[in-house]
């Protein structure tokens, strides 16, 4: 057995590895199993690092020779020092250097997460707060949610996500708030992030009920005229950016019901991310502190 940490360095607390032919853990994240192998202990620990680091501390560690995982991942090296990415039983991504490897091994992670979550329904979208109620903003990535967070954190907004809007059967939205993904130095995407201490924010540590969903498109010079939708309507417009949809679309949506059904719902085009943040300030203050 290999270890790779304690309670007190690593949310997993001290995770149990087997050797074999491989160096495997495993995890629970959100009720999802997960095992990784990987061909050496030193690949096995940046692995686990990066998983850790992923799921935010949510990780519950599982004994890798007594469970059975519902999703597996392989990481391999090769001798010209690329690696090879498995997602067991579905395909293998090849000839990636370690950096990009780690990386698209956190990214598939985090998807099969919010798929197969049990008893949670994960939305594509950013989240904020003020007034003591969350602001939910969905869209797909490159919409520019990540960019209209950063602004609302700079005007004071307490920080839950730049990705998903955690829900929980009770419709609370719960912290996600990894680092900003702001795009850095040219790259399409990565997972170095920018930790909202530097934008002067705080992130949000408890869960919070849904004050406004706020569905918008940029168009460069517009300006912020929204109509305002009935939480059906909401509903309909948020379905596509929830992910588990296809996997159990009751649940989904009853979890959407319970989230939105007191939230004021918003849509409309806007322009620049600064000037909507403005906008959402002082919306809040008007009405989501009004709301009980």
């Not at 498995?86 to 919010?114: D, H, M, N, W």
Request: charged share 25%; with cysteine.
């Amino acid at each position: 057995m290999l270890e790779l940490g304690n309670s007190e360095e690593h949310p997993f607390g001290e995770v149990r590895v087997s050797e074999g032919e491989n160096v495997k853990f495993a995890f629970e994240a959100y009720g999802v199993s997960v095992s990784v192998a990987a061909d050496g202990a030193d690949l096995g620990k940046k692995l686990f690092e990066v998983a850790n680091r992923a799921m935010l501390g949510k990780c519950r560690a599982l004994d890798p020779s007594l469970v059975r995982a519902e999703h597996g991942f392989l990481v391999s090296s090769r001798k010209d020092g690329t690696y090879d990415l498995t997602s067991v039983g579905e395909y293998t991504t090849g000839a990636g250097e370690l950096r990009e490897t780690l990386e698209l091994f956190v990214r598939i992670l985090r998807i099969k997460v919010s798929q197969f979550a049990k008893n949670w329904v994960f939305v594509h979208a950013g989240v904020v707060s003020w007034g003591g109620k969350a602001i939910i903003i969905p869209g797909d990535s490159g919409s520019g949610k990540t960019t209209l967070v950063a602004e609302c954190v700079k005007r004071g907004a307490l920080y839950y996500s730049d990705e998903y809007a955690v829900l929980s059967p009770d419709g609370l939205v719960h912290p996600f708030a990894r680092a900003l993904s702001i795009t850095n130095g040219g790259r399409k995407w990565s997972e170095d992030g920018i930790p909202v201490e530097k934008l002067g924010g705080r992130a949000a540590t408890e869960p919070i009920e849904v004050g406004a969903v706020v569905l918008t498109k940029y168009n460069s010079g517009a300006r912020w005229n929204p109509e305002r939708l009935t939480p059906g309507n909401g509903i309909i417009e948020v379905i596509p950016h929830t992910i588990p949809m296809t996997i159990n679309a009751d649940f989904s949506l009853q979890v959407l019901k319970s989230a939105l059904s007191r939230a004021i719902i918003l849509k409309g085009v806007r322009g620049e991310a600064s000037d909507l943040a403005i906008e959402l300030f002082s919306f809040s203050n008007k009405e989501l502190t009004t709301l009980n």
